[in-house]
């Protein structure tokens, strides 16, 4: 199928180690979305882009934690210096009218 | 600062025993109530949109309805495959993000 595809599955590092994320979205959706789900919480955002235009960061936790689309269509999310608390799903969705998002399988980040 | 309050947090059937999940939200300006249904150790899969209140949609076993206030996901006479956990989000107008619910785990006893 041609759905949200994101590697890796699942990721296990060591504290202070600098992770990527990759989300590959559904071909001809310009809206991508990134947010975490953490054990007992509920899905929170991290950052939304469209096109070309200036990402919407405002839910980026902390300067450790920066994301960047190439080319319209495949994102990374990179975290520097990993701590404890960023164990989490992480979670790709992508959307082509800002209004049905769908999500990808996730990463699951564990930092030992 | 716009909310999303899913409940019962859990919600155990017997297969055939219908029922309904709440989804109660504030939001400034509603552009669209979402709901989605997660297995574990998957990504949330979409099922409905809803936009403005009095709109209904169905698909399967599942009604999602929606007011002013809050959505309700009706399940009639629900199947073990139904057990899963469903989440309740809102957008904002002029957002872009979703503001989720904690969700609701269903649990469908055969």
């Known amino acids: 199928g041609a759905g949200v595809s994101q590697s890796p599955s699942n990721k296990v590092t060591e504290k202070g180690k600098d992770v990527e994320l990759r989300c590959d979205p559904i071909s001809g959706h310009t809206a991508l979305y990134w947010y975490r789900q953490s054990l007992g919480q509920g899905l929170e955002f991290l950052i939304y882009f469209q096109g070309n235009s200036a990402p919407d960061k405002s839910g980026l936790p902390s300067d450790r934690f920066s994301a960047e689309r190439t080319g319209g269509s495949v994102s990374t999310l990179t975290i520097q210096r990993t701590q404890q608390e960023d164990s989490a799903v992480y979670l790709c969705?992508?959307?082509?009218?800002?209004?049905?998002?769908?999500f990808g399988p996730g990463t699951r980040l564990t930092v030992l | 600062e716009d909310q999303v309050t899913q409940s019962p947090e859990a919600l155990r059937l017997q297969e055939g025993e219908s029922s309904s999940l709440n989804c109660s939200y504030t939001v400034s300006g509603l552009r669209g109530l979402f709901w989605y249904r997660q297995d574990p150790g998957k990504g949330p899969e979409f099922l409905f949109t809803l936009y403005s209140a009095g709109e209904e949609k169905e698909k399967e076993r599942l009604k999602a309805t929606l007011t002013k206030k809050e959505s309700f996901l009706h399940i009639t006479a629900p199947k073990p495959e139904d057990s899963a956990t469903y989440l309740c989000a809102v957008q904002a107008r002029g957002a872009q993000k979703l503001v989720f619910g904690q969700g609701t785990r269903l649990t469908i006893n055969p």
């Open positions: 969705a992508s959307s082509l009218n800002r209004r049905d998002s769908f």
